[in-house]
């Protein structure tokens, strides 16, 4: 079946540093990938999405590029903010968005001043 | 952007009561809800699907008989989680999907069960 593997945390930065969140899926078929980011206290938002092969997603400074040849969509970011601190997860959906996600288990960012 | 309003985002109450929890699509039409559960610094179980005036798909281990969804229009579904128990206290977060959209869903805000 699908699953999503994303690295475990908690992960702490300091302000303007580089972040990496790695994010590997297994899946049959093309899966649509997302990155959903839940700040305390808080339901998910959607951070960024890409749909296909090469595609990359891009949001408040976060990027993330749907590699097929590696089944990863990792995470970047060049330089966090104290208000990027929360917990960020992984999924996929295997048939363009509108099926159920499957999420990994979740990444906490803390970033310090 | 799509919004989906969730309420009440917390709710005590006593063990062997049950609690209804709403979710509401409110400027767009959704055709499948997803229910969600999750369990502190723990990632989102999928409970249920539920598509618009049908039944609602469970995933396993999921007692039906306990999380009671229904989903009556295109903008409303509910859970109700019957004769609570501690062990149900947890966080339940709602989404909505339009099959006319590509891409992404949009989630409630969440709700925080405490049974007490």
């Known amino acids: 079946g699908n699953s999503v593997t994303q690295m475990e945390g908690p992960v702490t930065l300091s302000e303007e540093a580089f972040l990496t969140i790695n994010c590997t899926y297994t899946a049959t078929g093309y899966p649509s990938l997302f990155w959903y980011v839940q700040y305390p206290g808080e339901g998910l938002q959607l951070l960024l999405k890409a749909t296909k092969a090469d595609d990359k997603g891009s949001n408040k400074g976060f990027e993330a590029t749907y590699r097929k040849e590696t089944t990863s969509f990792h995470l970047e970011k060049g330089s966090v903010q104290v208000s990027d601190s929360a917990v960020y997860f992984c999924?996929?959906?295997?048939?363009?968005?509108?099926?159920?996600?499957?999420f990994g288990k979740g990444t906490k960012l803390t970033v310090n001043p | 952007g799509a919004v989906v309003s969730q309420h009440p985002s917390r709710v005590i109450c006593k063990s062997g009561t049950s609690v209804k929890i709403e979710c509401r699509s409110l400027?767009?039409?959704?055709?499948?809800m997803f229910w969600y559960r999750q369990f502190p610094k723990q990632s989102l179980m999928l409970m249920a699907t539920s598509n618009e005036g049908s039944k609602a798909t469970y995933e396993q281990g999921v007692e039906k008989d306990k999380f009671l969804i229904n989903h009556a229009s295109l903008t409303l579904s509910t859970l109700t989680v019957t004769s609570a128990h501690p062990e149900d206290s947890s966080f339940y977060i709602c989404?909505?999907?339009?099959?006319?959209?590509?891409?992404?869903?949009?989630f409630g805000s969440g709700t925080r069960l405490t049974v007490v």
């Open positions: 400027d767009f039409q959704a055709t499948t």
């Open positions: 989404s909505a999907g339009e099959r006319s959209r590509a891409g992404g869903y949009t």
């Open positions: 999924a996929l959906s295997d048939r363009g968005g509108s099926e159920k996600l499957v």
